[in-house]
Each structure stands twice: as C-alpha cells, then as structure tokens.
T-cell receptor, first 114, second 120 residues
Framework: AQSVAQPEDQVNVAEGNPLTVKCTYS??????LFWYVQYPNRGLQFLLK??????LVKGSYGFEAEFNKSQTSFHLKKPSALVSDSALYFC????????????FGGGTRVLVKP | DAGVIQSPRHEVTEMGQEVTLRCKPI?????LFWYRQTMMRGLELLIY????????DSGMPEDRFSAKMPNASFSTLKIQPSEPRDSAVYFC??????????????????FGPGTRLTVL
C-alpha cells in the first residue's frame, strides 16, 4: 500500500528566509508525487508534481521540490518565504499500481512571520 | 472555467436528518473524487469515479454514506441518517484521466471549495 509521511506538523520561518517542508513516501511501483497548498476556508490548490525526468521540479508561486529516490523523499522548498505563504501544505503520492487515486500526507502548517 | 463547484458551502443539520452534498466537476474531466477533512483524521478519500462509474469506495465509512454520479457533470454524496461524528469539510475534486497506458495517466486533481457540514 502507498503512504506519505510529513514529519512536521508545523514549520515556522521568518519572512525572507528559506522554507522547507518535508515529505517521504512509500510505494510499490514508480511514484507520482504532488504538492498541494490549502489556504484557510479554501480547497486544495495544486502546486507542482513529479512524474519523471529532472529531480528538481518547479511549480507555482516560486515553489520547487526535489525528488530523491534513494531517500524516498520529495521535500518542498522556497528560497525566500513570504507572509502570504502561510498555509497548510499537503504532499501526495500516486502509485501507478493503485489506480487513479492519491494518498495524502497529514499536512504541514507553515507560518511565515514578518 | 469556473472550476469545481460544490453546494451548499455550509450545511447545519440535526442528527438523524438526511444530508446531500453536490458537486459539478470541471467540464471535460472524467475522474471525480470525494474527500473528507477533519482535524483528527486529516484528508481522507471516500470514493472516486472514472467515467461516472465508481472505482474505489473503500473509504466510505459505512452504509449511511452513498455516492452517485448520474452523468459527467454532476455527483452527489448522501449521508442518511447523519450523526455528529460526520461533521467535517467535504471536498470534491476532478481530474482528466487520459486514455493512455495506466503508467502515464498522471493528471493532477482540482479541488472544489468544500462543504462544511455540522451535525448537531
């Protein structure tokens, strides 16, 4: 069965500093990996995905993520965080053997302080 | 495109009442997903459809929950009878699942704004 772990419930960072949100995964086949962001009282919004190719994936709002197969990780990063990046971030994995469904991590709340 | 549309946005009901949540996916999308989000359990997949056919309903909590997709532009999630522990935010999402070998079908899901359900 596929699974995703986000080890940090919350990440605090000062505005302008680098932001990293951690994610590790477990699948039986090739992973398709996604990051979503959820702002208060809103649905999830797609940020970026890794399917194949370059291990560094660039997405919306200046975010990027690095796929590391040996460490089974897909950490989300942003070089310089903004206060408006404060939100709930979800990592998700799709196992090709599991059909079309995604398995989400528990989410990491990011708080960017001015 | 208006995105995924859900109604109502908020629903407050009393225990034992029937609740129906509605979803209109993005036009052209052929996969639809129902999720439930709570503080305790996080984001859970309840059921998903491909081409209006239920594919995996293993996440549906119990027989009180049912979902239908009568056509490509409409789906419902029904709870009958409702209980206080059903209180949550329910999200609908849709995606385009290309008719390619399964290994290459990887399109992201687009989420609706959610329905906040409170069962008293």
């Amino acid at each position: 069965a596929q699974s995703v772990a986000q080890p940090e419930d919350q990440v605090n960072v000062a505005e302008g500093n680098p932001l990293t949100v951690k994610c590790t995964y477990s699948v039986s086949g090739n992973p398709y990996l996604f990051w979503y962001v959820q702002y208060p009282n809103r649905g999830l919004q797609f940020l970026l995905k890794y399917i194949t190719g370059d291990n560094l994936v660039k997405g919306s709002y200046g975010f990027e993520a690095e796929f590391n197969k040996s460490q089974t990780s897909f950490h989300l990063k942003k070089p310089s965080a903004l206060v408006s990046d404060s939100a709930l971030y979800f990592c998700a994995v799709r196992d090709v053997a599991a059909g079309n469904k995604l398995t989400f991590g528990g989410g990491t709340r990011v708080l960017v302080k001015p | 495109d208006a995105g995924v549309i859900q109604s109502p946005r908020h629903e407050v009901t009393e225990m034992g009442q029937e609740v129906t949540l509605r979803c209109k996916p993005i036009s052209g999308h052929n996969s639809l997903f129902w999720y439930r989000q709570t503080m305790m359990r996080g984001l859970e997949l309840l059921i998903y459809f491909n081409n209006n056919v239920p594919i995996d309903d293993s996440g549906m909590p119990e027989d009180r929950f049912s979902a239908k997709m009568p056509n490509a532009s409409f789906s419902t999630l029904k709870i009958q009878p409702s209980e206080p522990r059903d209180s949550a935010v329910y999200f609908c999402a849709s995606s385009h699942r290309a008719f390619l070998p399964r290994e290459r079908s990887y399109n992201e899901q687009f989420f609706g704004p959610g329905t906040r359900l409170t069962v008293l």
